[in-house]
């Protein structure tokens, strides 16, 4: 493995800026790496080599010319499938957008540029974001870098994978549930929901609309802030799109030290349903935490308990919606039914064909849940608990600074295992979800390997609605101390990656 | 489309026997610069799916942006109704498929209009006036255009493809739905036309719609149903969509009227049911059903933030509307000193405008109606224009005017002066210089005339000299034939009567 690709994007960019490695040089090597280890991985469902070593080209120019460039020119990038980019296919995962070329860059795709990092490629997801695993992904599933015969995490687990296996330095997540988050647990990286508003959400495919968030994937808490600053801010073409500037966030990582910050360890997630080596890196992260100077206390969301239900209520209704144009009448693939072609009989069949089960399941549900004479006891309830999640967010933090609790329940499980029982795969978003139904943001990193099954889990951060630089500040204390525990960062521990065709545990 | 004649009764017998109770949603299409939610422009008449972007496509990833623009037409239309102003409000998805709908669904307000609880008086032409409450105004997108090709209709039956149009898909409309109006008795159909021309010039004058009926800038939805008198709760309505033209709803409500009597009358009862208008047979037919299939599954629009008013925002809008149509017409009516049928004349017109620029120019209100409502409207009738099109300026009358009072020209040049202004010889005066047309006020020439005259006549000359001086209009006639026209008729009466030694 080249030892360039192992370099986080911070100190890529050092030595961009400092003449040590050109654009060019980094951008191949990335190529190459996806080149080497996606064949077993399968993160990317396209890649962009001409137009990332053009961009990568652009950026060696400018930078012999003195030009000012953006700390992250030259930086390479791998950007979730579900976000639309121009010249480059996008698919959301789903047969309905096979083929399909956006005519627009979504807004923070039109930052990247701007900033001049190569694009590598789109990186593969469960269908329209719909998933715990990546497994719901109509073009096959991606696979865990730390052992491939498990989930990488889902929806975003094209680029958690990505990023853990050195395909990427940076990648762009979305994040409706713990769709950036809970692969960033299963993978050993590093993943942020920002504030809901906080980056525009204009060209990212929606599934609901009110959760929805895009955000950074990365293996550093600084290379998180580093992208965060580049994505966020105000979009006037996202009316949800907040107007405050975004904070400092860089400078929030780079503070170095907790002492004298309240951390609330949310009472119900946690204990019964988490697995037992989740809980000892857990409580692992809280002493080290508490060693810096933190305060730790218990905090009770007494209301947490009914946020799954909730989500998987608000959740599909709005997919439900925001499916419905994928009719074959305008764009994407259209199939013709047997017989007489009717507009409803083709978008029938178009439908009946484009969209995977678990797409189905949840426009189905969402459908239900909004029809007449339900909509007060699904959708309406549905909302009111919402508010009551929004307050015990508001009680918590008006005792405490940040929220800690593991990111998700349990490390990586085996692909296929929960694909025939949705309900225990939805359980596996239980602590992420909260967070997207009140607006608040999130981070997750890496807390160790679980004792049990060496995978990695991880521990999840949450701040009050605009308070994302807190998470930064509180991260990077973390990551360093756990680092330093480790004696270097945990990816280091993760087994080498064959080169070449995939390769399983069965296969070997 | 065969479709089987309905039964009616006469509308005569219709009334008598039934109470009919209407109800209004009329669609007006803003004339804003962009769409509803895109930047795209709102133009009428471009090639199909140009005036388009993402966001009115419904292309994966986008999102709406509220037109700040619309949403102040909007207000002013409330305004202009008397509508109370929601100090938030917020948009719902309104969810069907249909291919004219990109997303598959409408963003349309639902439970909190912009709009709500106004009323507006409608005077019928006799001017009765009735007055009719407005439940709400409310703020949404238009559909694309269908077009059904390969059918003998143009209507989907039939039809071997459909094209769609996306240019229309966005555009800002205003729904303004009445409450139920009850009491219009034989005046329904009148009723109903004379709203919707309410509705019609309100939105034209606000100047926030082009207003046109015929492009479909202001579309009807009417609904009718009857009750025994006496009986206080409503029938089951029939709701007629799409009624493009003032006539048209006038013809739909009567027609509604006799065909649920005549349904009453064997005992049966009306449908609730959505009907078309068939301008060519003048009656409905039925559409669909409304059943508990129509959900429209409405929830919050995800996308949007409340639209918030302020009250310094609703009275800078407040400030900026224009004098109401009807309060307008009752203030020019009152200066001008015409009668009700004259005023009424000059509205059926539409030379209100015309004649009030030209009393603002200087002329009295007779002499600018004399001229607009006769001879300009006696050309533009011939021409098949409107008067007000017809190229004549408030400029023009001012001047013919002037040079009949200082009696250069009298009644007769001036209509040829105004034939050659039409003509585009110039202004009056250049007409009058270049045909060379002059009151021929030389009184040796006219003595002349009257000689020859009165020696063609002997007879009535004897006439005159004998006392019956109102027989001097013959003279009078020979004079102004014998002078083709240029000469002033008083003069030449009084000359004439001075060559006779008789006094008038």
Not at chain 1, 109 to 136: C, Q, W, Y
Not at chain 2, 138 to 162: F, N, P, V
Not at chain 2, 180 to 191: F, S, Y
Not at chain 2, 414 to 422: F, I, S
Request: net charge negative; with cysteine; aromatic share 6%.
């Amino acid at each position: 493995m080249s030892e360039l690709i192992n370099n986080s994007a911070a100190e890529l960019s050092g030595k961009l800026a400092a003449g040590e490695v050109t654009a060019v040089e980094l951008t191949q090597a990335h190529l190459d790496r996806i080149a080497a280890v996606d064949g077993s991985i399968n993160a990317f469902l396209h890649v962009n080599t001409d137009e990332a070593l053009a961009v990568a080209a652009e950026v060696d120019a400018a930078r012999s010319k003195g030009e000012e460039l953006h700390p992250l020119a030259g930086v390479p990038i791998a950007v979730k499938d579900l976000i639309v980019t121009k010249g480059q296919p996008t698919t959301a995962g789903s047969r309905m957008l096979d083929g399909w070329l956006s005519p627009y860059d979504a807004t923070v795709v039109r930052k990247i540029r701007a900033a001049k990092m190569p694009m590598l490629g789109k990186t593969n997801l469960d269908e329209f974001a719909m998933g715990s695993s990546t497994e719901h992904s109509a073009f096959g599933p991606t696979r865990n870098p730390w052992n491939l015969d498990r989930i990488p995490g889902g929806s975003g687990g094209g680029s958690a994978a990505a990023v853990a296996a050195f395909e990427a330095p940076l990648a762009l997540g979305t994040d409706t549930g713990g769709s950036i988050r809970q692969p960033g647990a299963m993978t050993g990286t590093v993943g942020v929901k920002p504030t809901y508003g906080g980056v525009s959400r204009y060209g990212a495919i929606a599934m609901a609309s009110s959760l929805d968030q895009i955000g950074p994937v990365t293996r550093t808490v600084l290379d998180s802030a580093l992208l965060h600053e580049l994505i966020g801010g105000h979009d006037p073409a996202d009316s949800t799109s907040l107007t405050d500037p975004v904070g400092p966030l860089v400078e929030a990582a780079k503070m170095g030290n907790v002492s004298g910050l309240r951390i609330g360890v949310i009472k119900e997630l946690n204990g019964e349903g988490y697995q037992d080596g989740v809980r000892e890196k857990f409580q692992e992260s809280l002493e080290l935490l508490r060693g810096a100077g933190a305060e730790i206390v218990e905090v009770s969301c007494p209301n947490f308990d009914h946020a799954l239900g909730a989500y998987y209520l608000i959740m599909p209704s709005e997919a439900s919606s925001n499916l419905a144009k994928y009719d074959g009448v305008r764009f994407g693939n259209r199939v013709l039914p047997e017989g007489q072609t009717t507009i409803e009989r083709v978008m029938g069949a178009t439908r009946e064909a484009g969209f995977g089960d678990e797409v189905k399941r949840r426009i189905i549900l969402g459908t239900y849940a909004l029809s007449a004479g339900y909509y007060d006891a699904y959708y309406g309830s549905a909302q009111k608990v919402r508010t009551l999640i929004q307050r015990d967010f508001d009680a918590a933090f008006s005792k405490v600074d940040v929220l800690i609790s593991p990111t998700a329940p349990t490390t990586a499980f085996k692909l296929g295992e929960k694909l025939e029982d949705p309900l225990a795969m939805y359980l596996n978003d239980v602590a992420t979800i909260p967070a997207n139904l009140a607006g608040v943001p999130g981070l997750s990193l890496p807390g160790g390997l679980a004792e049990e099954d060496g995978l990695p889990v991880g521990i999840q951060l949450l701040a009050p609605v605009r308070e994302d630089a807190r998470l930064y500040r509180v991260g990077a204390v973390l990551e360093t101390m756990l680092e330093e525990k480790w004696g270097g960062p945990l990816l280091a521990q993760a087994p080498e990656l064959a080169e070449g065709r995939l390769q399983t545990e069965g296969a070997k | 489309m065969a479709t089987a004649t309905e039964q009616i009764v006469s509308f005569d017998d219709a009334i008598a026997r039934y109470d009919p109770v209407l109800g209004f949603e009329v669609h007006v299409e803003l004339n804003t610069k962009t769409k509803m939610f895109s930047s795209a422009p709102n133009v009428f008449g471009d090639e199909p799916n140009t005036n388009v972007t993402p966001v009115c496509l419904g292309l994966p990833g986008v999102l709406p942006v509220v037109n700040k623009q619309a949403v102040e037409y909007s207000i002013k239309i409330g305004l202009a109704l008397g509508c109370k102003i929601a100090e938030s409000c917020t948009f719902a998805r309104k969810q069907y498929f249909y291919p004219d709908t990109p997303k598959n669904f409408q963003t349309s307000q639902y439970d909190d209009p912009i709009c709500f609880d106004g009323a507006i008086d409608i005077e019928l032409e006799d001017g009765t006036v009735f007055t009719v409450e407005i439940e709400r105004a409310h703020m949404e997108e238009d559909a694309g255009k269908l077009t059904h090709m390969g059918g003998a209709t143009g209507r989907i039956q039939g039809a071997e493809y459909s094209l769609v149009d996306y240019n229309r898909s966005g555009i800002p409309l205003v729904e303004i739905v009445t409450k139920p109006i009850e009491g219009a008795g034989a005046r329904a159909p009148e009723l109903a036309k004379a709203y919707v021309a309410a509705i019609r010039e309100i939105v034209k004058n606000l100047d926030v719609s082009d207003a046109r009926m015929e492009r479909g800038n202001v579309r009807c939805d009417a609904n009718v149903s009857l009750r025994p008198y006496g009986q206080e709760k409503f029938g089951t309505r029939s709701e007629t969509k799409n009624v493009n033209s003032l006539r048209s709803v006038e013809h739909a409500v009567r027609f509604e009227i006799q065909r649920q009597a005549a349904l009453l009358d064997e005992g049966g009862s009306v449908v609730q049911e959505t009907r078309h208008w068939h301008e060519d047979t003048r009656s409905t037919t039925s559409g669909r059903p409304k059943s508990d299939a129509d959900d429209y599954r409405y929830f919050p629009e995800p996308d949007l933030v409340p639209v918030v008013t302020t009250k310094e925002w609703i009275e800078e809008l407040r400030s900026q509307l224009p004098e109401p149509p009807a309060e307008r017409r009752k203030r020019l009516q009152e200066a001008w000193g015409y009668s009700g049928e004259e005023f009424r004349d000059v509205v059926n017109a539409g030379l209100m405008d015309s004649i009030e620029e030209t009393i603002a120019a200087g002329a009295s209100p007779a002499v600018a109606r004399k001229w607009w409502m006769g001879e300009v409207s006696r050309r533009a009738k011939v021409a098949e224009v409107d008067p007000s099109e017809l190229g004549v300026t408030p400029a023009t009358i001012i001047e013919l005017n002037e040079l009949i009072q200082s009696g250069k020209i009298n009644d007769k040049l001036a209509r040829q002066a105004l034939d050659g202004v039409l003509a585009g010889e110039g202004t009056p005066t250049e007409v009058v210089e270049q045909r060379g047309l002059a009151v021929v006020s030389d009184d040796t020439a006219l003595l002349q005339a009257i000689d020859g005259a009165l020696a063609a006549q002997p007879d009535v000359a004897d006439k005159i000299r004998g006392g019956k001086v109102q027989a001097v209009g013959a003279i009078v006639g020979g004079v102004m034939k014998a002078t083709r026209g240029q000469a002033d008729a008083g003069r030449v009466r009084e000359l004439i009567l001075e060559r006779l030694g008789v006094h008038g």
